[in-house]
């Protein structure tokens, strides 16, 4: 991320750049000079997963209870060094940078190729230099540290300008994250994530006056040098003929040379400027001219200007897609919630009518199991219909969203459009201002239903009853899929519920005792799977306006990798129910009640899940393949790729698809009613 080649460039060519820090001195000084305050550290939450995730177990789908704390031992080491955090997550991607997230994603792809090409040889997880971050790490991250107290935001344009602006608009110590456009723009020091030693608390300041007086530049020119070496925004490539050039007069054969050489290009054009004005003195194509003026501008915060620029345009503000067809309120609603990492995915439907989804661990030669993007597209269908207004019939279009997920066989040369598809309920569907606003007694159980028609599961309304959040979504979970999965067995039903009981009595320390004989690429998959899954649960909790609290509905409440992974071994041995339950009677009462709900489900919808015990021995199944008995499948979106049975292209993207949407008779439009009263509480400069 960041500048190309300047991380590497500070840190091998010219360490005089980089400055060792105390933050406990830091935090100090900063009481000395401003005593009526707290020393504020402005955290790039996305910079810091790696850092944040030292579980040994990684590939089995993550051990969240440890997670949880070592996040609680990161907080704690910063409060008690008297430093405040403040942590940015990434809300949106802008589309400026959509070719670098996609670039990046693909050869995401090829890593986590290689992650189960060495599973299925070894039969072990990999070595660390492979390690891949559990799925939906970031989303999940976010709810931790809230539940934590801590102060968290989803970003609503560039995350990296959000946190700049943030850290000098607030007299903010520092940044702390791990990408050099924070040594680019002109704010608040920048340390470094990677070099943080919390038993010290020291770490390494990336000094950007250090590098001017080094290259001989002021800070306003850093922005130009980026573009030129290449960034999120100016592909690498295409300015290369000017570093190419600049090297050629440079003529100097060194280590960093290309950063030199820049450098010095850029000093030449100082003296050679002549009246000449901003970027024109380059000579620049229109195409090269317009990409370097869109960097460039990227790095300027409000206020700042540029002498490579004709003029300091503040950059556009986000613009909302839904602005023309919905109420104000329930916009403004839907921002604060986003902007306050309160829930997940409305605002990118409403205001980008964009939604992506980063890299799972799925295994590109499974055939038996459908990525999560295609299992959970009937889910997201339904998420849309609730949020998206239904439009006249004298209208000739539908509204869709435009998906950028990743799963192997997806090029991401373009998006999918997906479009809502209505909930199957025998009332109409509620509309957004009755979910989100509406505070009669009645509200609550309309929320309930309509979270469980997302899935399908409507008829679960009285089941569901007598069990706690966490179980709830666990069950959601699991009917769904095994209804839609069609290789889904009663062994691994078993191993997701008997995992779903028994974490609720283990500690992060005796999960962390657990032992897996080997690795099973079909079980790590699985394990992507259930956390995928409980994204889209969370996803429809925040559409239908929190019928549970979100925090209940978190991994750290429902999932272990490591459990899971160990469960699902001793399913596919043929242990006993007693056996899997740990030979407690009460945790084996209620595997059992959960088993039947969703057993019971299937039945009535004319499904019977075949046992079929796999006998895991070297990452092969011993067994055949199961045979499902079924009546009428719920969902369709993926027939051809269920049949796919072979290596080849991948045919189930020929079921990723959107389907015309039919506007159910009695929809009406939004009406308002009281705002949501929680919400009071806004970020400095949010409007």
């Known amino acids: 991320m960041g500048v190309k080649g300047l991380q590497y460039f500070m840190e091998a060519c010219c360490p005089e750049t980089c400055l060792p820090v105390d933050l406990r001195q830091m935090a100090a000084a900063h009481a000395q000079a401003h005593p009526d305050s707290t020393a504020t550290v402005v955290v790039d939450a996305m910079a810091c997963l790696r850092y944040w995730y030292q579980c040994h177990a990684w590939v089995h789908g993550g051990q969240w209870k440890e997670f949880m704390h070592l996040l609680e031992e990161f907080v704690g080491?910063?409060?008690?060094?008297?430093?405040?955090l403040v942590f940015?997550?990434?809300?949106?991607?802008?589309?400026?940078?959509?070719?670098?997230?996609?670039?990046?994603?693909l050869r995401v792809n090829q890593d986590i190729a290689r992650v189960f090409q060495y599973i299925k040889n070894h039969h072990q997880q990999p070595d660390r230099e492979m390690f891949c971050l559990p799925s939906g790490l970031a989303t999940f991250s976010r709810f931790a540290l809230k539940s934590l107290g801590q102060e968290t935001w989803c970003s609503v344009r560039e995350v990296d300008y959000e946190i700049a602006q943030y850290a000098i608009s607030n007299n903010c110590v520092c940044i702390l994250g791990q990408d050099t456009d924070f040594v680019i723009y002109d704010t608040v020091s920048y340390l470094s994530i990677a070099k943080l030693r919390l038993d010290n608390m020291t770490t390494v300041q990336f000094c950007r006056e250090k590098l001017c007086h080094i290259l001989k530049l002021q800070k306003s020119d850093l922005p130009l040098l980026a573009c030129i070496l290449g960034n999120d925004v100016v592909p690498e490539q295409q300015l290369q003929y000017i570093r190419k050039n600049a090297l050629t007069s440079y003529g100097k054969k060194h280590q960093g040379d290309k950063v030199h050489a820049v450098a010095d290009f850029i000093s030449r054009l100082h003296s050679n400027v002549d009246g000449i004005p901003g970027l024109s003195v380059m000579h620049l194509s229109k195409a090269d001219k317009e990409v370097m003026e869109k960097g460039m501008q990227s790095y300027l915060l409000p206020g700042q200007t540029s002498p490579w620029l004709d003029g300091s345009l503040p950059p556009p503000e986000p613009v909302c897609v839904m602005q023309k067809y919905m109420n104000a309120d329930i916009l403004q609603a839907a921002k604060e919630k986003h902007v306050q990492a309160e829930c997940f995915m409305i605002y990118n439907v409403l205001y980008d009518g964009v939604v992506d989804c980063s890299n799972t661990l799925e295994d590109e030669e499974e055939v038996e199991l459908p990525p999560q993007a295609i299992l959970y597209q009937p889910?997201?269908?339904?998420?849309?219909?609730?949020?998206?207004?239904?439009?006249?019939?004298?209208?000739?279009?539908?509204?869709?969203?435009?998906?950028?997920?990743v799963f192997p066989g997806n090029p991401?040369?373009?998006?999918?459009?997906?479009?809502?598809?209505?909930?199957?309920?025998?009332?109409?569907?509620?509309?957004?201002?009755?979910?989100?606003?509406?505070?009669?007694?009645?509200v609550k159980g309309v929320r309930l239903s309509t979270f469980l028609a997302v899935f399908d599961l409507q008829d679960f309304t009285e089941d569901l009853n007598h069990l706690d959040s966490p179980l709830v979504a666990v069950i959601c979970f699991v009917t769904y899929v095994a209804l839609q999965a069609k290789h889904l067995s009663l062994e691994d039903i078993d191993a997701y519920l008997s995992q779903a009981v028994c974490i609720r009595y283990k500690s992060y320390s005796e999960l962390q005792q657990t032992r897996v004989p080997e690795v099973d690429p079909r079980a790590v998959q699985l394990g992507s799977l259930f956390l995928r899954g409980l994204t889209y649960i969370i996803a429809a909790n925040s559409a239908c306006g929190f019928p549970f609290l979100m925090s209940e509905l978190m991994p750290w409440k429902t999932f272990d990798g490591l459990l899971f992974h160990?469960?699902?071994?001793?399913?596919?041995?043929?242990?006993?129910?007693?056996?899997?339950?740990?030979?407690?009677?009460?945790?084996?009462?209620?595997?059992?009640?959960?088993?039947?709900?969703?057993?019971?489900?299937?039945?009535?919808?004319?499904?019977?899940?075949?046992?079929?015990?796999?006998?895991?021995?070297?990452?092969?199944?011993?067994?055949?393949?199961?045979?499902?008995?079924?009546?009428?499948?719920?969902?369709?979106?993926?027939?051809?790729?269920?049949?796919?049975?072979?290596?080849?292209?991948?045919?189930?993207?020929?079921?990723?698809?959107?389907r015309p949407r039919s506007r159910h008779p009695n929809r009406r439009r939004y009406h308002l009613a009281p705002r949501w009263p929680q919400y009071q509480n806004q970020r400095p400069g949010f409007n």
């Open 77 to 84: 080491a910063f409060t008690a060094a008297s430093l405040r």
């Open 379 to 405: 889910i997201r269908e339904h998420i849309y219909s609730i949020l998206l207004p239904a439009l006249p019939d004298s209208y000739d279009h539908t509204f869709t969203v435009k998906e950028w997920f």
């Open 88 to 105: 940015f997550f990434d809300g949106t991607i802008e589309e400026q940078k959509r070719a670098e997230w996609v670039k990046r994603r």
């Open 412 to 442: 991401l040369k373009e998006p999918i459009k997906v479009a809502p598809r209505l909930l199957n309920l025998p009332e109409r569907a509620p509309d957004l201002a009755t979910l989100w606003f509406g505070n009669d007694s009645e």
């Open 566 to 658: 160990s469960k699902y071994l001793q399913a596919h041995s043929g242990c006993s129910k007693e056996e899997l339950l740990e030979g407690n009677p009460a945790w084996t009462t209620l595997f059992l009640s959960l088993r039947e709900l969703v057993l019971g489900a299937c039945r009535r919808r004319g499904f019977t899940i075949p046992s079929q015990p796999r006998r895991v021995q070297h990452g092969r199944p011993m067994d055949g393949k199961p045979h499902r008995t079924s009546g009428p499948q719920p969902f369709s979106t993926s027939d051809q790729y269920y049949r796919q049975q072979t290596r080849g292209p991948p045919s189930y993207l020929q079921g990723y698809v959107h």
